[in-house]
């Protein structure tokens, strides 16, 4: 750990040290820090970690809760890696169409430089929300989740995701807003901000304003969502409403705006989505009352997937218990056969040893018959008469068994 802490801190001193202000907050708050450091040479930015982080920990409470919503959570992995992907990508898209559309932008994008100069930076809430739940909605019907449903679970980690990832703004110094009052107690000021504005003035903290709104939303919706909900999308209505309105009144303090003509797109984009929440959260609320719509997660659907899911689940737990059974049964007959291989080996082995022996032996012998038997063999010897005569006598004996 502190060979790690030592590599960052050495990596750090590369870079230019810069500083944020807040003059009023406190009786004055310097924070001097580095906008990015390196990890074997390469250059990791604190605005990507904040944002990593947010998605972290928006995932592992969407996981935590996914039982409450009546939703399985490897389906629900699925669909959140798909939107992940998506809402990225059109993050991306959708800063670097509107940037370019903008005429007193400095910077036009093509397709290439899209994606090429992606670490310079660029990316737009709004079209990561509209990516997210596009892409998320071809990932539902795919593996057979309900839509609404996980769109109410998502909506709770993107406030998590935006409450943390704003902090990156904080980091880059920017996402700030015009210049305020020089006794406002949020007032910021810093190196790179200071090059933007007049000296010694201080702007709003836009990123801050927001992060507490998302935060505040978050804690609301949250306790909503466990006593209160009466219909699947209702989170999503209120999260929509919420983040819209707080972010039309931010939007109109911020100096970087993505503009189309005179008109900042992310305010129309915010005060719209309001309106048309508000209204969507009357019509839907009236209907799922009419017609008794239960919550999916009480529903007979909700109960029907998730019996398929558990049998599903058990065959899979049974299948893999089957094998390893076979396995470990087969592991002894294997040792067992692996056995017996050697002591045949070493069993053929003695006997052919015993086999050479006697064949030495039987070789021996017949050498020494074929030795005697050149020898002289004289008929008067005292053992060839003996020989002849038990002969002799051995024919008298079979002719009288014949008899």
């Known amino acids: 750990m502190t060979a790690l802490t030592a590599l960052i801190s050495t990596a750090a001193s590369e870079f230019t040290e ?7 907050l406190f009786g004055g708050v310097a924070i001097n820090y580095y906008r990015r ?10 605005y990507g970690v904040l944002i990593t982080i947010g998605v972290v920990l928006a995932y592992f409470y969407a996981m935590h809760r996914t039982k409450e919503f009546g939703l399985n959570k490897d389906r629900v992995f699925d ?9 990225f990508l059109c993050a991306r898209i959708y800063y670097c169409v509107f940037t370019t ?10 397709f290439v430089t899209m994606f090429t100069g992606i670490r310079d930076g660029g990316l737009a809430i709004y079209g990561g929300i509209i990516g997210a739940f596009l892409v998320g909605y071809v990932a539902c019907k795919i593996r057979r989740v309900n839509f609404f449903a996980m769109c109410d679970l998502a909506s709770l980690g993107f406030l998590i995701g935006q409450t943390i990832g704003r902090w990156g703004n904080f980091v880059n110094q920017e996402a700030y807003g015009s210049v305020t009052d020089p006794n406002w107690i949020f007032g910021m000021t810093g190196d790179i901000i200071s090059k933007e504005v007049e000296a010694g003035a201080l702007v709003h903290p836009c990123f801050l304003y927001e992060s507490v709104w998302c935060l505040v939303g978050f804690v609301f919706l949250h306790f909503y969502s466990k006593k209160l909900r009466s219909f699947d999308g209702e989170v999503t209505l209120l999260y929509i409403g919420w983040y819209g309105l707080g972010r039309a009144f931010i ?19 915010a005060a ?8 969507l959260l009357i019509v839907f609320k009236i209907v799922t009352e009419k017609r008794n719509i239960p919550l999916y997660v009480n529903s007979e659907a909700c109960r029907e997937l998730a019996e398929r899911d558990s049998a599903a689940e058990e065959a899979a737990k049974a299948k893999r218990a089957a094998k390893l059974a076979a396995r470990e049964k087969s592991a002894p007959s294997i ?9 045949l080996e070493a069993d053929g082995g003695d006997s052919d040893s015993a086999d050479n022996t006697d064949s030495a032996d039987n070789a021996k012998n017949g050498d020494k018959a074929d030795e005697g038997y050149g020898e002289d063999i004289n008929p008067n010897d005292e053992d060839f008469s003996e020989s002849g005569d038990t002969e002799e006598a051995a024919s008298d004996d079979n002719e009288k068994s014949d008899v």
């Open 251 to 269: 939007e109109g303090l911020r100096t970087d705006s993505l503009m189309l003509g005179n008109v900042r797109i992310s305010q129309i984009v």
């Open 18 to 24: 810069i500083e944020i202000e807040f003059p009023n």
């Open 37 to 46: 450091f390196t990890v074997f040479g390469i250059p990791i930015y604190w």
């Open 79 to 87: 669909v959140v890696f798909a939107a992940l992907i998506g809402g």
């Open 272 to 279: 719209v989505s309001f309106v048309a929440a508000i209204i």
């Open 335 to 343: 040792l067992a056969e692996d056995a017996e291989t050697i002591n």
């Open 101 to 110: 559309l903008d005429p007193n932008s400095p910077i036009n994008y093509t």
